[in-house]
């Protein structure tokens, strides 16, 4: 509620709301970038989904375009610069999984770890979101919760032999959320985005993921654990 009273009061033009802008629309930019390109990546180690990676990344690039409007409308220029930066932990680990071939790595970094951020980081943004990106973000988490499901349909289909290296790759970059929402926490706040809401909303979300794959309550609050020690 509170976010939604926020609302009323935003000014979308300050000086403030402004440059917080140029760095939250950047992120999510990028973050559909690193999607895009993640997903042609991962067609090559699973050659047997190839369509549907392919449409998934092909998604991602609309969605991209639509967030590049959202910032044309309120004449900001993202700061892709320090986008690359910020996605540039995860972006190191999934290129270094890729390249020995870690497909259980590479879904939980794409499929479960952005996407969860993503849904999570679009569903703090909307209440609060002008009335063109409330528009263009409805539309986008829509289909994430559909990228999501494509990892957690392979990941649950090959839960025992993946299992191992789940919680490992789990233990390596789930801090790394943790640094990205401290990185970005002033800039959402001046956007009426709170972080604890961020945090509770991405637990959520990334909780009911791993359940979905087949790991039982004690173990979820086990593996996140891992974020909240960062934290």
Request: net charge negative; charged share 25%; aromatic share 10%.
């Amino acid at each position: 509620m509170q976010q939604l009273a926020n609302q009323s009061e935003m000014d979308y033009q300050s000086e403030i709301y402004k440059d917080a802008y140029t760095r939250v629309n950047a992120i999510v930019i990028e973050g559909e970038q690193e999607a895009h390109e993640n997903y042609i990546q991962l067609a090559q180690l699973l050659p047997e989904h190839i369509q549907e990676l392919t449409r998934l990344s092909k998604m991602e690039s609309r969605h991209k375009k639509g967030f590049e409007a959202c910032g044309r409308n309120l004449k900001v220029t993202p700061d892709l610069e320090f986008a690359k930066q910020f996605f540039s932990k995860l972006h190191q680990n999934f290129q270094t999984a890729f390249s020995e071939g870690k497909v259980v790595t590479c879904l939980l970094i794409q499929s479960l770890i952005i996407e969860c951020f993503a849904i999570a980081a679009y569903n703090i943004y909307i209440p609060v979101a002008d009335p063109f990106a409330r528009k263009i973000t409805e539309g986008v988490v829509k289909d994430e919760y559909t990228h999501l499901n494509f990892g957690e349909v392979w990941l649950k289909e090959h839960f025992e032999e993946s299992k191992a290296e789940l919680e490992e790759a789990n233990r390596q970059n789930l801090p790394i959320v943790w640094q990205m929402l401290e990185q970005v926490a002033v800039d959402a706040e001046n956007m009426a985005m709170e972080k604890d809401a961020l945090i509770e909303d991405f637990m959520i979300q990334y909780g009911e993921a791993l359940s979905n794959i087949g790991f039982s309550t004690r173990e979820i609050m086990r593996l996140s654990a891992y974020g909240l020690r960062a934290a």
